[in-house]
């Protein structure tokens, strides 16, 4: 074996590992969710889609509705990390906000909170700092591919992004983080942060750490293409965005890549553009694919894609009409904001207090 296959046999194991673990989690939280808090995160860069409702801000909602105390902190500042300047700021954040409370985020249960409106929070940023070595830095593979495509020469920001997320988690003491695969080097970062933090000024008793190691929580969601069939992404603008109406909707699934094939099959591997229609149809409709993809038959492209416009539109009106209805009231959305912002400075500044008690730092 040469080591790229050990490296990659060893984070196969791994990922195994999470798996097996994040089942077991399903079950603690199905018994008793009061043991977990859940803190999720997303970069305000752009417009929510379909692919982000289908990949992770539905499991979001469905942990939320089972009892778990959760935070969702829109990373305002992490913009900045991987372009130049913050962009339409304002307004990524405020329609984020009627998206995440139209699909059924509930204040009341999940705080949401702004990354640059809580201090104490990125205060914690410089003792973690010192926790971690460059070269540890340097080799988080998540890390180097978004350095990659961002296509410039590395700043401090993004060497250290791993740990202002390690803050990020730990500010709430969240030991339970959902995530997609290619957030597992920051996970596994933010857990030997906090090993470390408790090995240098932990407190006496050791069953009581100052912050708790936290899980990844995979869950098996289905990956979504955009319509050209290749990665979804707001920069290719290939996305179905939640805001969208049903006429840019149909437009953008009339243009979406298929094949001359007339029959209708569920092939991810071997048909991947037609495929993904019809899991984006099946994702609607909380069908199974392969079901839907035999009723389509012999439907063809122009069959496929007059049901998976009318499974989106329909799945995603009462999302739309409860969003305009938000945004027609941006007083309200803010006042939703600074509420989760006082709660989260709340939250950060007792962490805080413990961090400088755990240091020695009170006078
Ligand atoms: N890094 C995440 C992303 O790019 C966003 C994020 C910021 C986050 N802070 C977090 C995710 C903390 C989980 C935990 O999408």
């Known amino acids: 074996m040469t080591d790229i296959d050990l490296a990659d046999s060893a984070s196969a194991a791994s990922l195994e590992r999470t798996r097996l673990r994040s089942?077991?989690?399903?079950?603690?939280?199905?018994?008793?969710?009061?043991?977990?808090?859940?803190?999720?995160?997303?970069?305000?860069?752009?417009?929510?889609?379909?692919?982000?409702?289908?990949?992770?801000l539905a499991n979001r909602v469905r942990l939320q509705d089972l009892g778990v105390e959760s935070f969702l902190v829109v990373a305002d500042y992490?913009?900045?990390?991987?372009?130049?300047?913050?962009?339409?700021?304002?307004?990524?954040?405020?329609?984020?906000?009627?998206?995440?409370?139209?699909?059924?985020?509930?204040?009341?249960?999940?705080?949401?909170?702004?990354?640059?409106?809580?201090?104490?929070?990125?205060?914690?940023?410089?003792?973690?700092?010192?926790?971690?070595?460059?070269?540890?830095?340097?080799?988080?593979?998540?890390?180097?591919?978004?350095?990659?495509?961002?296509?410039?020469?590395?700043?401090?920001?993004?060497?250290?992004?791993?740990?202002?997320?390690a803050a990020d988690i730990l500010f709430c003491r969240a030991n339970l983080v959902p995530v997609g695969k290619d957030q597992l080097p920051h996970i596994e970062q933010t857990r030997v942060i906090a090993r470390r933090f408790d090995e240098r000024y932990g407190r006496a008793n050791p069953a009581e750490p100052v912050f708790p190691q936290p899980d990844a929580l995979l869950s098996a969601v289905p990956l979504l293409l955009g319509m050209d069939g290749t990665k979804m992404s707001k920069s290719k603008g290939n996305t179905i965005e939640l805001g969208m109406d049903a006429d840019t909707t149909a437009r953008l699934i009339r243009k979406a890549v298929t094949d001359p094939d007339r029959h209708i099959t569920f092939d991810p591997v071997g048909r991947p553009e037609v495929s993904n229609l019809v899991l984006l149809a099946a994702l609607c409709l909380d069908r199974d694919p392969t079901a839907v993809a035999d009723e389509l038959g012999d439907a063809g492209g122009g069959g496929l894609k007059k049901l998976v416009t009318e499974a989106v539109n329909e799945r995603f009106a009462p999302v739309r009409a409860r969003r305009a209805e938000l945004l027609a009231d941006p007083g309200a959305l803010r006042q939703v904001l600074r509420d989760g912002n006082e709660r989260a400075n709340a939250v950060a500044?007792?962490?805080?207090?413990?961090?400088?008690?755990?240091?020695?730092?009170?006078?």
């Not at 859940?38 to 992770?56: A, V, W």
């Not at 640059?116 to 410089?126: D, F, G, K």
């Not at 961002?150 to 920001?157: F, Q």
């Open 23 to 56: 089942h077991e989690i399903e079950r603690e939280i199905a018994s008793d969710p009061s043991r977990f808090r859940i803190l999720t995160g997303d970069r305000p860069t752009g417009r929510l889609h379909i692919g982000h409702y289908f990949g992770s």
């Open 78 to 165: 992490q913009v900045i990390y991987d372009r130049d300047g913050v962009g339409e700021i304002q307004d990524n954040v405020l329609n984020a906000l009627a998206d995440y409370l139209a699909i059924g985020i509930d204040p009341a249960r999940t705080t949401i909170f702004t990354h640059s409106s809580v201090p104490a929070l990125n205060q914690l940023v410089l003792p973690f700092l010192s926790l971690v070595s460059d070269s540890e830095l340097r080799r988080n593979p998540t890390v180097k591919d978004e350095l990659e495509s961002s296509g410039r020469p590395m700043t401090g920001l993004m060497l250290t992004f791993p740990v202002h997320q």
């Open 349 to 363: 500044e007792a962490t805080l207090d413990d961090v400088r008690t755990a240091m020695s730092m009170v006078y």
